[in-house]
């Protein structure tokens, strides 16, 4: 099944990145074709660097007005594009067919979205971000303040100008090479749920940061003692930068969201008896299995073996009977054996792989487990070999003595 | 020689009777598998007309109770399936191509005609062949087994009843012979009837309590160790051989009374046989000495048994038999048991329906088996009163009672008849003396019966405009009737000379008997037409526009072959498991063989929870389809909505947070307005009252006769995929997983004030 993510920024743009697992097998897991929706064609070039990076990188752009009359995202029951990214943050609605249901649907069908916005974020734009489990401040007028870890650059200002540093510790989705310089961020703050579960905090901002109205006059005496302590307690120098972290950032983000890093696929589920190489159709208690499956990852360019050594198959029937680890020969293919449980019933090989960044693995396969065949009990049971005796015994006794009743007398 | 044809050929016509009265259903609907159980017993014959016997032993079902599977081979009685098996090989053998289905359909009437033939056999054991031609007659159509054995219905009763009777038959045969071949066929009858049904307890059970009866009565002879010394031995030894029975055989308290009754037996017969070599004064001596001993094996043998039965799991009773001792028991502790309406008590009127004037004809039975009592009458009338008790304990041992009654009543009436022509011959002889001299003894009786005969046959003649089938039937059996009086008359020559009746008195009472017959008849007949029929997968209703057929069941089974993907699992309550399994062959969860309470209640549990909970419980399963059923639209009273108590009870005793009470308003599941908000809450009053307000505006429930409480929903969690034509079965769908979860549109602002 898909393996949702949601994705939140403190950038100058909010990410948001759905997506599924592909079954492309030559291919990459995700179609090169954009929709870029502006408000503005000129948002084109004054975003030309993370635009030309998309191209750089093979992707297709379409770039389109939100409002555009013809707009569609898809024709004859078809998608015509592979990804949406939506840089009209102040459009009231889409023009055509688009509306935020269909951009929604779009997402359900397992693609993936760049959803930007500022402090004018329109209703449509907040619709959508909320559907995802984002919740953009509804003060129009409120930004994020950060009295402490605000970008050097603009000490006497508001602090509205954040430098963020704090961001998920995952390679996958922000690429091997550290960021080093902070984010930068202006804009209107949000927030997501703890307990959702779907959604990735890829740049927190700091705890002193807050959402306000930069404008208004701050009231409330306790809450600044706070943050005043907190301030003490987080001074420090800072190391200055030449360039802030952000392009490096989005670019990586990018990737990530558009499928070229932490996609996997798991191909030919093979398992047998240990011996054999046909799959049957059931196994019996106390067999031996051995069981393999190929996982890969698409780097970019092409599907290379995904290397971990935390891979695990479970034998599960309502509860996992057995769990074990999968060990891997650096060829993409993982395998394990094991005796199958005195335990009869249907069964399923199992894989669930869950890794931060990484697209959920999910495999499930039935197979039926049975009992004995009436024939395949051990014939002779060295324990009972009394009762054989007695039962023999007792029919020759009885031969004899119907012989000896019946002819002697 | 000529009583012996004339026997033969109405043995004949019974049969052809007990056949072609069960075949109102294949007229009347078509030629299909009954109910629900009989869908469970066909698969099972498929299955083994395809693969053979050795992989139907060894057959791992993996398409039920998912995902525990059942061992088909172990805990199926195979007798049924291996004789409609068998039949259907040797059809096919003879190149005649009859499908599995059809065998099936017809093997319960085939076995309705031998079991009255073995009917037959047994009352001639005990009563002579008149009682034993009327005793058949009244089995071949008696209501109480039509109602299991019509064609169609193809459960384990179909075959199990001959398996009785004729076990029974052998045992009273042994006993009447003391040969030893038929004391082995009796093992071999008795295996067979183990390996039909669960009842075969009711004969280990009963014999031993004849004999009992017979010892104490002092009534023991070689001839009984004969017939049931070889019974204990081979028959238990072939019972364990049955995988579903195993070391039960020896293991469970219901067969502990045949071997303590084996042990008393032997006891005695070594009394006896020291009694012979003894003389009387040592044979006092030698008792007290004995009694002392036996007294204390006794105490022994007693406390091994204790012992067992208190070690063995379920204290030794297993629940349906507890239930039969104490009928209080099963509603008591085993919802499971009790939610079956067939092991409730039966009410009078279905006695009456069952067995009509076969009540009343009863004592008259018992009151002739006991004129001369022997072995074999005394154990028809033990039989009768055990039946009696178990039939009033569970409604489907009405089917045990049936034979019972009809031997009983197959003797009161060949007595009474015997007595009536005995009486009317020697009158008319009187009468005849005066005329025709020496005409001889044989004429008057022929006149006599060839003036019945052809009063009757006019009183066909007049009805016959009407034509119906039911009145052929009536008319054969009048025929029989007369047929069994005239061959018993044959009898009493010999013994003559007990009561004599007035000439008119007796006349008059044989017409009023040959009405009795008649109306006996006419009430089976209807029986079978309009009451037993009915497949119960099609239903059938008469209005002022004609006849309305609904076929919903089928439909939706259908529907789930055709659109779901084999794997798919389908959850309902355990009712339709096995038509779900056979009719759209996909994996169900539950099923009518209820081995596994929790794994009922885990489904009873989430079609009582709301749906969210449900869902998850669901999905734990595996589950992809909910099937419901529904009758709110067109009445059908026995919908899952009336037997959702039992989901809520059921599902409360394994997981305490059902609680009954709060489904209950004032102590009744109610769904209209009264009704709690846990009830409106719960998944199947959300599945089944589903847009159910769309189809007349009000959603007035027409089973329960009110309008439902909570008429306008959605479903969050489940999505209606499929809806029958009457709206009897619903199926729905679980919704997946959501890809992304919504957020919450709280407020940010916990710091900043607006400004003033």
Redesign the interface.
């Known amino acids: 099944?898909?393996a949702?993510r949601?994705l939140l920024l403190l950038a100058a743009a909010a990410l948001l990145a759905?997506s599924?697992v592909g079954d492309a097998s030559g291919e990459g897991p995700r179609g090169r074709k954009l929709l870029v929706l502006v408000d503005d064609l000129a948002v084109r070039s004054s975003h030309s660097a993370f635009f030309g990076s998309l191209q750089a990188r093979g992707l297709d752009l379409e770039f389109r007005l939100a409002d555009d009359p013809k707009l569609s995202l898809h024709r004859y029951g078809q998608y015509l594009y592979d990804g949406l990214v939506l840089f009209a943050p102040s459009t009231p609605r889409f023009g055509g067919s688009v509306d935020q249901n269909a951009v929604l649907e779009f997402?359900?069908a397992?693609h993936d979205m760049i959803l930007a916005a500022d402090h004018s974020a329109s209703d449509l734009i907040r619709g959508i971000?909320?559907?995802?489990?984002?919740?953009f401040?509804?003060?129009p007028e409120?930004m994020v303040i950060d009295h402490i870890n605000y970008a050097s650059s603009e000490v006497e200002g508001d602090h509205t100008l954040i430098a963020g540093d704090d961001l998920i510790q995952s390679d996958v989705i922000l690429g091997s090479k550290k960021i080093e310089a902070p984010v930068l961020f202006r804009g209107i703050?949000?927030?997501?749920?703890p307990s959702?579960?779907?959604?990735l905090k890829v740049l927190s901002a700091s705890p002193s940061a807050?959402?306000?109205?930069p404008?208004?006059?701050?009231?409330?005496v306790p809450?600044l003692t706070g943050f005043l302590k907190s301030g003490v307690q987080k001074a420090g120098s800072k190391m200055s930068h030449d360039k802030a972290g952000n392009e490096q950032f989005v670019t990586e983000t990018s990737k990530w969201v558009f499928h070229e890093r932490g996609h996997l696929k798991a191909v030919n589920v093979k398992h047998h008896k240990v011996g054999e190489t046909n799959e049957p159709s059931?196994y019996r208690i106390n067999d031996d299995l051995e069981y393999s499956v190929e996982i890969y990852e698409w780097s970019g360019t092409s599907w290379k073996p995904y290397v971990a050594d935390d891979v695990q198959i479970q034998f599960f029937?309502?509860s996992p009977y057995v769990l074990k680890n999968m060990s891997t020969d650096k060829t993409a293919v993982y395998s394990a054996s094991f005796k199958v449980p005195d335990v009869?019933?249907?069964?399923?090989f199992k894989v669930e792989y869950q890794r931060l960044g990484y697209t959920g693995l999910s495999l499930a396969k039935?197979i039926?487990v049975?009992?004995y065949?009436?024939d395949e009990y051990e014939r002779f049971i060295t324990s009972a070999f009394p009762y054989y005796a007695a039962s023999f015994s007792t029919m020759g006794a009885f031969f004899i003595f119907s012989v000896a009743y019946l002819y002697h007398k | 020689a000529f009583g012996g044809v004339l026997c033969a050929f109405t043995l004949i016509l019974i049969g052809v009777l007990a056949f072609s009265i069960r075949l109102f259903s294949v007229i009347k609907y078509e030629s299909v598998i009954h109910e629900f159980d009989p869908y469970f017993n066909f698969r099972v014959t498929q299955f083994l007309s395809k693969n053979g016997i050795y992989e139907f032993w060894n057959w791992f079902d993996d398409r039920t109770w998912y995902p525990l599977g059942r061992v088909i081979g172990g805990t199926v009685y195979p007798g049924l399936t291996l004789t409609a098996g068998s039949i259907w090989w040797f059809v096919n053998a003879l190149n005649i191509p009859l499908s599995v289905e059809t065998v099936c359909v017809f093997t319960a009437p085939i076995f309705s005609a031998i079991a009255s033939w073995a009917t037959y056999l047994l009352t001639k054991e005990a009563k002579g062949t008149g009682a034993g031609l009327m005793a058949a007659a009244i089995l071949a159509m008696v209501p109480s087994y039509i109602s299991r054995s019509v064609a169609g219905s193809y459960d384990n009763e179909a075959v199990a009843i001959f398996a009785l009777v004729f076990t029974f038959y052998l045992y009273v045969k042994t006993l009447n012979t003391g040969s030893l071949f038929y004391a082995t066929l009796n093992a071999l009858s008795y295996f067979y009837m183990v390996c039909s049904w669960g009842g075969y307890t009711f004969i280990i059970n009963l014999i031993p309590m004849h004999v009992l009866l017979c010892i104490v009565t002092g009534r023991y002879s070689s001839r009984l160790y004969i017939a049931y010394a070889p019974l204990v031995i081979l028959g238990t030894l072939l019972a364990a051989l049955v995988p579903v029975v195993g070391f039960n055989a020896v293991l469970t308290s219901e067969h502990f009374a045949s071997f303590l009754v084996f042990i008393i037996l032997h006891v005695v017969a070594f009394v006896y046989y020291i009694k012979g070599l003894l003389t009387p004064r040592l044979f006092k001596m030698a008792m007290t000495l004995v009694i002392t001993v036996g007294l204390a094996v006794c105490f022994a043998v007693v406390a091994i048994l204790v012992a067992l039965v208190a070690s063995s799991p379920t204290k030794g009773w297993s629940g349906r038999s507890l239930s039969l001792l104490d009928p209080t028991y099963a509603s008591k502790y085993i919802p499971i048991i009790a939610s079956v309406s067939e092991h409730q008590p039966p009410t009078w009127p279905s006695y009456f329906m069952d067995i009509n004037v076969l009540a009343f004809l009863v004592p008259a039975g018992i009151i002739s088996c006991f004129l001369p009592l022997s072995d074999a009458s005394s154990f028809m009338v033990l039989y009768l009163v055990t039946a009696v008790y178990f039939s009033g304990v569970m409604v489907r041992l009405m089917l045990v009672l049936a034979p019972a009654a009809c031997i009983l009543s197959g003797i009161a009436l060949s007595s009474a008849f015997d007595v009536l022509t005995r009486s009317m011959k020697f009158q008319l002889s009187k009468l005849f003396d005066d005329g025709p001299a020496i005409s001889g003894n044989g004429s008057p009786n022929g006149s006599s019966a060839s003036t019945v005969n052809t009063s009757s046959s006019k009183n066909e003649k007049t009805e016959k405009s009407e034509a119906a089938p039911k009145e052929k039937q009536s008319k054969k059996n009048r025929r029989k009737d007369k047929e069994v009086t005239e061959s018993v008359s044959v009898k009493p020559k010999k013994e003559k000379r007990l009561s004599v009746l007035p000439l008119e008195a007796s006349i008059v009472s044989t017409l009023l008997l040959i009405a009795l017959g008649g109306f006996y008849v006419v009430h089976c007949v209807w029986a079978a037409a309009e009451a037993y029929s009915a497949p119960s997968i099609v239903l059938t209703s008469r209005s002022r526009e004609g006849l309305h057929v609904f076929d919903d069941f089928r439909e939706a089974y259908a529907w789930l072959s055709h659109n779901t993907d084999v794997d798919d699992k389908v959850a309902s309550w355990w009712d339709y498991g096995y038509q779900t399994t056979a009719m759209a062959n996909r994996t169900v969860i539950v099923d009518n063989n209820t081995w596994n309470n929790t794994h009922i209640a885990t489904v009873g549990t989430a079609m009582s929870s709301p749906e969210k909970a449900a869902w998850e419980i669901f999905d734990s399963l595996d589950v992809k389809y909910v099937l419901v059923v529904f009758g709110g639209l067109v009445g059908y009273p026995s919908d899952d909505i009336n037997k959702f108590l039992w989901m809520v009870r059921i599902g409360g005793g394994e997981f305490p947070h059902i609680k009954e009470p709060d489904y209950l308003r004032d102590g009744q599941y109610r769904v209209d307005a009264q009704a709690t908000p846990t009830m409106l809450n719960c998944l199947m009053y959300k599945l089944c009252y589903y847009r159910f307000v769309e189809t007349d505006g009000k959603g007035f429930d027409r089973v329960r006769g009110y309008e439902i409480g909570k008429k306008h929903f959605k479903l969050t969690h489940f999505e209606e995929v499929f809806t029958t034509h009457h709206w009897m079965v619903r199926i729905y769908k679980l919704k997946p997983q959501k890809n992304r979860i919504r957020g919450k549109l709280k407020k940010l602002k916990s710091v900043s004030l607006p400004a003033y």
């Open positions: 099944m898909a949702p949601v759905v599924s997402i359900d397992g971000a909320t559907e995802c489990g984002v919740d401040d509804e003060d409120a703050g949000h927030a997501a749920n959702n579960s779907l959604v807050y959402s306000a109205n404008e208004a006059k701050l009231a409330s809450s059931m029937m309502m009869y019933g249907v069964f399923q039935q039926p049975r009992p065949r009436h």
